[in-house]
């Protein structure tokens, strides 16, 4: 299982170019849409952190996320259910979006995740706590 996630995760990937980690925050939204919805991501510090959303049909990449543990992550996500997979390793063994953190890359499969409207007026956005984890 590990092995279709890690070939997943490297067909899904984005080709990079720096060693350098990029600045906290969005990377990029290829979605086509609207970034209306929370998705929050609670760590532990310590290490660095590459989000995607990926199309769950396609495999294609709709947006990127990278930010270092120890605090809160926010960002915005685009309507929809997307896969969401994320890969953690030690900010010094960044070697760009295509390789992550290289053969060192921890690849934390979410599954599914929806953004969205229910009901009237309520949004549904998503709260990934990794603290419990060892992650």
């Not at 209306?36 to 199309?55: E, N, S």
């Not at 270092?68 to 960044?94: M, N, Q, T």
């Not at 956005?125 to 419990?132: A, F, S, Y």
Request: net charge negative; hydrophobic share 45%.
């Amino acid at each position: 299982m590990r092995l279709i996630l890690v070939l997943l995760w490297l067909v899904a990937a984005t080709p990079g170019q720096s060693a350098e980690p990029p600045g906290e925050g969005l990377l990029w939204n290829r979605s086509g849409l609207p970034l209306l919805f929370p998705l929050h991501v609670r760590t532990g510090p310590g290490a660095g952190y590459y989000l995607q959303l990926l199309d769950p049909k396609t495999g294609k990449p709709a947006m990127a996320a990278w930010f270092e543990g120890g605090e809160l992550f926010r960002v915005l996500a685009p309507p929809g259910e997307w896969r969401l997979v994320i890969a953690k390793g030690a900010v010094s063994d960044w070697q760009g979006e295509a390789q992550a953190f290289g053969p060192e890359s921890e690849i934390i499969d979410q599954g599914l995740v929806f953004f969205g409207v229910l009901g009237l007026a309520s949004r549904q956005g998503v709260i990934i706590d990794l603290l419990g984890q060892g992650t």
